[in-house]
């Protein structure tokens, strides 16, 4: 598995917007054959702050670079964005894609 965290820092103005071209890109990647999870999430401590969650199969990564959505993305990014994107790229991770956390679970 392929494990990816992107972090991006987006120009106040535009959030709105990235909320609207992010959810297009969002439901594209999830659609991606060897896609296992892709998950988006917004910092409670900066509201202009994106962290983008992924993981593909380890054959799957090539194919979704070269996706029409992907290529797209890439283009209007830096329109919104206010610093360059920091990302943790990590291959060969060991299992299929979300565990269950063994030091806790709900009560009952």
Known sequence: MIFIVVKFTIRPELID???SRTDEFAKATRAEPGNIFFERSRSVD???QF????????????AHLGSDHFR???AYIPDFVETTPEII???NV???GW????????RG
């Open 17 to 19: 917007d990235w909320l």
């Open 46 to 48: 900066d509201p202009n």
């Open 51 to 62: 962290v983008f969650v992924e993981a593909f199969q380890d054959d799957a990564a090539e």
């Open 72 to 74: 797209a993305a890439m």
């Open 89 to 91: 790229n990590v291959q």
């Open 94 to 96: 060991a299992g299929e």
């Open 99 to 106: 565990g269950k956390m063994a030091e806790t679970g709900p």
